[in-house]
């Protein structure tokens, strides 16, 4: 029942809430419309402990079902579709609808899928500019509405909130960032079940180069801290930290639309990676 839900909970950097690739785009300008448009996949393998299942023939001569360590798939497709408006020149408002869908497959075991969607309200305060000191830059987000992880799929109200700090440096034509964010969850019931999500920790370093101005290649390193997941007290998963490599390039593909591909690639932990794709669109108001 919980299986896709566990490793989802495992692999949590995928939902992560992470600012735009280039520098330009962090905040939408005074009285400006921005449509922000993202997909992205993520393919991991991992080994985990199954129990092997017996029919009921087989349970009524044989001892109880063994478990066996055996390689387990997982893919997670997430669209994000977002408005954020520039309210002044140092503060953003924001809609996001997020809507994500998990498939897991394992031997000896059924395939299970897991969907859920969330719409959050947020918004980013430019706190100083890059001047004498680095640029610094706020942001929180908080999921007003969300369909339960488990299967019943009621709404739940205030289940996530994310924090972000973010600071750069420009040096043209290299930007140089630092992006540190904490992700905190309330717990979701079913019946007699309580599933409380593993907070989390990111701190993430980035160089952007502006190869023309058209062209931006972007790298950066990641490293996260998950807690364990919880299902009714019962931790299901151990604390985990992940290190990922980021690689990404921006197009501008006319004045007012952007287009950036990335891939992260996870360094430690199981294997997997991430593609993702967004597009940036600025309404002339």
Known sequence: MFATLLYSAAH??????QAPLNIDALMAARSELTLQVGYSFLAASDDVLV??????????????????????????????????????????????????ESRTRSPYQSSSTRRSTALSMGGSWQVSRD?????????????????????????????????????????????????????????????????????????KAQVSFAVNPEVTLISGLGVQRIEPSEISGSEVYESATRINLTMAAGVAISR???????????????????????????FEL
């Open 12 to 17: 949590s950097y995928t939902a992560y809430a």
């Open 51 to 100: 129990p092997l299942s017996l029919t009921t023939q087989e349970s009524a001569v044989r001892p109880p079902p063994v478990q066996a360590i055996v390689e387990q798939d997982t893919e997670t497709g997430q669209w994000v579709s977002g408005l954020r408006y520039g309210a002044t020149s140092d503060l953003e408002l924001r809609s996001t609808i997020r809507q994500r």
């Open 256 to 282: 007012r639309s952007s287009l950036f591909l990335g891939a992260d690639i996870i360094g430690s932990g199981p294997n997997a990676a991430t593609i993702n794709l967004e597009w940036l669109y600025q």
């Open 131 to 203: 001047q004498r000191t680095p640029a610094l830059l706020l942001s929180l987000d908080v999921d007003i509405a969300a369909r339960s992880p488990l299967q019943d799929s009621e709404l739940g109200y205030g289940k996530a909130m994310r924090l972000n700090a973010l600071t750069y440096r420009s040096l043209d034509p290299v930007v140089l960032s630092l992006q540190v964010g904490m992700e905190y969850f309330s717990s979701w019931r079913y019946e007699k079940v309580e599933y409380q999500p593993g907070d989390s920790a990111v701190a």
